[in-house]
């Protein structure tokens, strides 16, 4: 169970509700969602802030990030038409971003100094 909290935290816990871990965010979070990857057992978690960055967790690590126009303020994972893995973002600019997912994407951690401040 991953939670956004309102002091721009991401936690993680167990289901008899042990704390796993927690992770400061650079900015205020504005948007999460689960990606389920099937096909290559993957689970991972996209937490939009308010700084316009999109970061892509697995587990505790950051695996991806990337940066979008305003902030997004709706994000969805799933099918999109003929496409099995699709991101789907609406921006405060009411611009709609669209992500699909390479069959061949490789997620490993990144380094710290990578991830966006």
Not at 43 to 60: E, M, P, T
Request: proline share 2%.
């Amino acid at each position: 169970l991953v939670i956004a909290s309102m002091d721009s935290r991401l936690m993680c816990y167990t289901t008899k509700g042990r704390k796993s871990w927690e992770l400061a965010m650079p900015a205020n979070i504005t948007a999460i969602e689960k990606l389920d990857i099937h096909a290559r057992g993957l689970n991972l978690i996209a937490v939009a802030i308010a700084s316009g960055h999109v970061l892509i967790y697995d587990d505790k690590n950051l695996v991806d990030h990337f940066k979008v126009d305003g902030y997004i303020s709706a994000i969805k994972f799933g099918r999109f038409g003929r496409e099995d893995n699709t991101l789907v973002m609406i921006s405060n600019t009411a611009t709609l971003n669209i992500k699909i997912l390479k069959r061949t994407a490789f997620f490993e951690c990144l380094e710290v100094s990578s991830a966006p401040q």
